[in-house]
């Protein structure tokens, strides 16, 4: 029986709701001790003295390090960031001195006792203010405070605003949010008598991280060891390294101990990243008959006061706007500016919740002003499969019209839509559609995965990919594949842990790309291993290969249908002979798309998913209380590999979204974080969660394993667009900023009346 | 997991005391009362609370919900939220009173949290609570958001020299039903039981003195609670309004209505209920008349105007639905 399709619990789900998982923050080295970091008070001010002497005479204190006692690289995506800030520090989680000490209370009481002198220096809190004519600036190498700049075209803008029957225009603003990973931050870093570095790391990359690592404090690569613990949560806040890890690793070296460094809640909402606040000023045009013209959009984000890799997320930004629909000229500029506030990182999505918020608000404005149907519209300007967009991504299979067919017909749309009714409590149908990569993405020269497999004396076959389980359930789904291409029962399959030192190179968790990617990669060797111990058995029970097959972990043979063996005794008969062997087989598997040109162009991905959802919502026009009733999601999957896996997926981006339309806001004052705690920073809770209704659309894609796509940040992408848009059905108001507190809503109603 | 100890903890006592005059002299000598905890601990913690130590109530009982003569509702101030939520004779005597104790904060929290400790919770206000220094705080002076500026919106909306919104549900319910608590010392109406704090306090509380028990008169008439808030689960309410009301030959005899949300303690509306007096509950200018009259002197910070408009509404809605009540 074939296990893909079915429904199966995470293989480690008895591990973690038994509370017998171990996290970073279980890790206990012997002789440990416990690090802590002392923050900025400031949010821009020179640093004028750093005194350290209270912290190292309080008893249990065992180092304590500032940027003077360290080598202090720079690093980051901008080259901007370093562990510890000696002179200057640019926002309010920049990192001055670190303790490491018997207990990590001893730590927090030491970071407490440095005495820090600062001089003010004038301050930024918003792209606008550090783009104003005599701003203050924040790196003299960049005078007009934007490191990067991003410029997209294709198409004849001019002739396609001209060609334009309605053009509508307006501007967005998203706000900041956080991952909120249950597990916070943490990392262990542990050194060898002869100087070999072991690190117990939650990074989402782990090979790219020892390389990445081992340049920021000083260590040849081939020095580091990345053995990545249990991951308890990474929506991508874990795709960079921060200072705290370097940080780590100099208290280790200073003491001479192993040291063990955890953020707590607070510390994780102050010091870890964010989702990008971004503005979008934009316009967009279409015929009467509904065709789209043209869009034109400038980007503006606030990168913080460092750079992460949240200052490229303009790449997948530009790729909804170029591509979710056809679209025949369109023009993305993007400037990435500088303020004093918290920088932001990669967040689940990678910037297209913002940009689907902003493109969907206006294929609504334009379907409101052409009197066409949200829906109708939409369908005009989809895709056929084959089809080559303007960026150069090429849909081999494409399933929008499907998805958009699917949740218009499973939300009663038809019915509901446009009837707010007249009592205080009014309804409201939203539609919103997504892109994203399915198929990888080609950001650097390779985006491949490396796979080795053992099958060992008792049939187990132990899987080790280059890939990370951050929780989403890929272990799970490599299991399956493994399983499935095998013959061997999915309890025999055994998916390990990464450790650089054991496990084959992989880029890491990011863009959707783990079942596609690293799924082909344990494809390619499940296959190869199969056809060993074919080979294998064939001698052993005396018959052609082709007549025998593994089903359920046995050897077959297919002419009679009798079991001949089983997979442990062939590989026991393999090991106990003169010249013995044993089955191991490895794979890299490298996706056939191409890296952008220049101009961005190129099909950056094996396959493209696609999406849509519907929102119902109800809102209380006394009190401005919207709740999310209903949300139909219908989304291009490839194929299901494992569908209990990917429902939960989609229920979880549907609640995540949820969050960030309506309750979740990072509140960022004068660069200061004003909220980070649980209490104050308000993720949905189990009444919010609205019921939800998810089709898969499953045509199959001719490169996916199985025929599956990538679909890990595709369903939170469209839920805040469709929340929106349904709250614009209920009320008439369409909302460019979020979340749509009772406040927010109120104002906005009363400015239309 | 051992993450070490405080850093030189100054000894710390914990009492069970055997008897109430046991507890009300170890209350007297400093000791912070533990009921549920769930708001005592977190003070401690946060450096809100000094105390040499705790007291914890739990050996003292006080939890009994009983039917007495007279037609009163007496609860034991260690009664949990989930205990009265529950209680069939909470259910029957005062229905409101049973659902608001049954949708404050979390079933976690409800489970643990006491009556009394539900009424004599510290603010919620994000600078009190925020490590800002304020004139609620131990040794602190001031109002933060009134004298620098800043987020308001979880904060009350009447002038005062604190500007906290007060935390509790329980409380407006408990003020607008007429309800008195009995402390160790005195019954006094919950009513008076809070007071605007020109110090740490918010209460006439004393020293050592103990709440141990809440009388409800279960008298005629029906009541109805509404509160808005970020989320149901988890979520103080930003603004909620209790009503509970006689009618007689269809116009309102007897009203009284507290607000919650808007002010460092529960408000009696009384400018609203005589505005109702005499009104038909159907009459929804004479509602919106009461409901104005009830926030007449609130003068609300940057940020936080939206409670007005939401205190309105939900004034208006509270009487609406006692009156329903009332008239099913
Ligand atoms: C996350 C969260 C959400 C919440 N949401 C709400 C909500 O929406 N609505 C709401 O109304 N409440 C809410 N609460 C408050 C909660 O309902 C508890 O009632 C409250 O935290 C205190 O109850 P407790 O029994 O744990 O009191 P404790 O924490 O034990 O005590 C609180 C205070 O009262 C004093 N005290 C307690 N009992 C007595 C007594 N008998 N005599 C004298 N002093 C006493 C203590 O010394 C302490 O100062 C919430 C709490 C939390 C943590």
């Known amino acids: ?753 | 997991m051992d993450r070490g100890g405080d850093v030189r903890s100054p000894p710390f006592v914990y009492a069970r005391p055997e008897s109430s005059d046991e507890a009300a002299t170890a209350a007297r000598a400093g000791a912070l009362a533990l009921a549920g905890g769930t708001d005592a601990l977190v003070l401690l913690r946060l450096g809100l609370a000094r105390a040499q130590g705790v007291l914890d109530l739990k050996p003292l009982g006080w939890r009994e919900i009983e039917v007495k003569s007279g037609g009163v509702l007496e609860l034991g101030a260690l009664a949990t939220m989930a205990e009265i939520a529950s209680s069939a004779l909470v259910r029957e005597g005062v229905q409101t009173l049973a659902l608001v104790c049954g949708r404050v904060a979390t079933p976690q929290i409800r489970n643990v949290a006491t009556l009394g400790g539900n009424l004599l919770q510290a603010p919620r206000c994000p600078y009190y609570r925020g490590g800002f220094a304020c004139m609620r705080t131990p040794g602190g002076a001031g109002c933060p958001p009134q004298d620098q500026g800043g987020d308001a919106r979880h904060l009350g909306i009447f002038p005062g020299a604190c500007v906290a919104a007060h935390p509790s549900d329980v409380a407006v319910v408990l003020v607008a039903l007429g309800a008195g608590v009995v402390t160790t010392r005195r019954t006094i109406a919950v009513e008076e039981l809070h007071r605007a704090p020109d110090g740490p306090a918010d209460t006439i509380l004393e020293p050592g003195e103990l709440v141990t028990k809440v009388l409800v008169p279960m008298s005629a008439g029906t009541s109805a609670y509404a509160r808005v808030a970020d989320r149901a689960s988890f979520a103080f309410a930003l603004a909620a309004a209790a009503v509970r009301l006689k009618t007689r030959q269809g116009r309102i005899a007897d009203v009284r209505i507290a607000l919650g949300g808007l002010a460092p303690r529960p408000i009696r509306a009384r400018a609203a209920e005589d505005a109702l007096t005499g009104a038909d509950p159907a009459d929804r200018a004479a509602l919106d008349r009461a409901a104005d009259a009830a926030l007449d002197g609130a003068r609300p910070l940057p940020g936080a105007e939206y409670k007005l408009q939401l205190a309105r509404v939900l004034v208006v809605r509270a009487i609406e639905d006692a009156a329903r009540s009332e008239a099913g």
């Open chain 1, 1 to 753: 029986m074939s296990v893909i399709g079915a429904r199966v619990p995470k293989l480690d789900a008895p591990e973690r709701a038994g509370g017998r998982i171990r996290y970073v923050h279980d890790i206990v080295v012997p002789g440990m001790l416990h690090g802590a970091i002392r923050r900025s008070d400031r949010v821009h001010a020179r640093i004028l003295s750093i005194d350290v002497s209270a912290a190292r005479a309080l008893p249990g204190v065992r180092a304590v390090i500032t940027a003077n006692d360290i080598e202090n690289r720079p690093f980051g995506h901008g080259r901007d960031n370093t562990p510890l800030k000696g002179d200057r520090v640019l926002c309010s989680r920049d990192e001055i001195a670190a303790v490491a000490a018997d207990t990590e209370a001893i730590a927090r009481e030491a970071c407490r006792l440095i005495r820090v002198e600062y001089e003010d220096l004038a301050a930024v809190f918003s792209p606008e203010e550090a783009l104003a004519p005599g701003a203050p600036v924040l790196y003299s190498h960049v005078p007009d405070n934007q490191p990067f700049h991003y410029d997209y075209a294709h198409g004849d803008l001019e002739a396609a605003v001209a060609e334009s029957d309605e053009i509508v225009s307006d501007t967005y603003r998203l706000h900041y949010v956080t991952h909120c990973c249950m597990g916070t931050s943490g990392i262990v870093a542990d050194f060898s008598a002869a100087g070999a570095l072991t690190v117990h790391s939650s990074t989402q990359v782990p090979h790219m991280y020892r390389r990445d690592l081992a340049a920021i404090v000083g260590l040849p690569p081939e020095k580091v060891r990345v053995v990545q613990a249990t991951i308890g949560g990474g929506f991508g806040s874990k795709l960079d390294i921060y200072p705290f890890e370097p940080i780590c690793v100099w208290l280790a070296r200073r003491s001479g101990r192993p040291v063990r460094l955890l953020f707590d809640r607070e510390e994780e909402f102050v010091g870890s990243p964010t989702r990008q606040p971004a503005i979008f000023h934009m316009r967009s045009g279409a015929r009467r008959d509904g065709t789209f013209t043209f869009r034109d959009v400038r980007i503006v984000l606030d990168n913080g006061g460092h750079t992460s890799w949240g200052a490229t997320t303009p790449f997948v930004m530009m790729q909804t706007f170029s591509s979710l629909y056809r679209c025949k000229a369109v023009k993305v500029r993007a400037d990435v500016v500088y303020t004093n506030n918290p920088y932001a990182g990669s967040f689940r999505g990678y910037g297209n919740p913002q940009a689907t918020f902003a493109l969907e608000a206006q294929v609504d404005a334009l379907a409101a002003r052409l009197g066409i149907d949200p829906i109708d519209l939409r369908l005009r300007n989809v895709q056929e499969p084959g089809e080559v967009t303007g960026q150069g991504m090429r849909f081999h299979s494409i399933a929008h019209k499907e998805c958009l067919e699917t949740v218009r017909e499973r939300s009663s749309w038809t019915m509901k839509r446009g009837r707010p009714g007249e009592a205080h409590l009014r309804r409201g149908v939203g539609v919103a559609s997504l892109l994203h990569v399915g198929g990888g993405a080609k950001m650097y020269r390779t985006d491949g995965c490396g796979t080795t497999l053992k099958l060992d004396d008792f049939g187990i076959v132990h899987v080790t990919s280059g890939s990370s389980e951050i929780g989403q359930g890929s272990d799970t789904v490599l299991a399956q594949c493994a399983a499935e291409a095998m013959g061997v029962r999915l309890e025999h399959v055994r998916v390990h842990r990464v450790d650089t030192d054991l496990g084959p190179w992989d880029v890491g968790v990011h863009a959707s790309r783990t079942t596609f990617i690293a799924g082909n990669s344990v494809l390619m060797a499940a296959r190869e291993a199969k056809k060993k111990l074919l080979g294998a058995a064939s001698a052993q029970v005396r018959r052609p290969v082709e007549r025998l097959d593994v089903t359920d972990s046995e050897i077959v043979d297919l002419e009679t249908g009798q079991a001949v063996s089983t997979v442990g005794k062939v590989v026991r008969a393999l090991h106990f002979r003169e010249r013995g062997d044993v089955i191991m087989t490895s794979a890299y598997y490298e996706p056939p798309s191409q890296a952008q040109d220049e101009g961005y162009k190129g099909d950056v991905s094996a396959t493209y998913a696609f999406g849509a959802q519907v929102a119902e919502v109800e809102v209380d026009v006394e009190t401005g209380v919207v709740r999310l009733v209903r949300l139909t999601a219908a989304h291009d999957v490839g194929r299901a590999i494992n569908r209990l896996g990917i429902e939960g997926q989609i229920e979880g981006g549907i609640a995540m979204g949820a969050g960030y339309a309506l309750t979740e806001e990072l509140k960022v004052s004068r660069g200061v974080v004003e909220n980070p705690r649980f209490r104050d920073y308000h993720l949905v809770t189990a009444p919010e969660i609205p019921e939800i209704d998810v089709t898969f659309v499953e045509q199959g894609d001719r490169e996916g394993p199985f025929g599956a796509k990538g679909v890990g940040e595709a369903p939170l992408i469209p839920v805040a667009a469709a929340i929106a848009a349904a709250v614009e059905d209920a009320t008439g108001v369409r909302f460019t900023s979020l979340p749509l507190t009772p406040e927010r809503v109120l104002a906005g109603l009363r400015e239309r009346s």
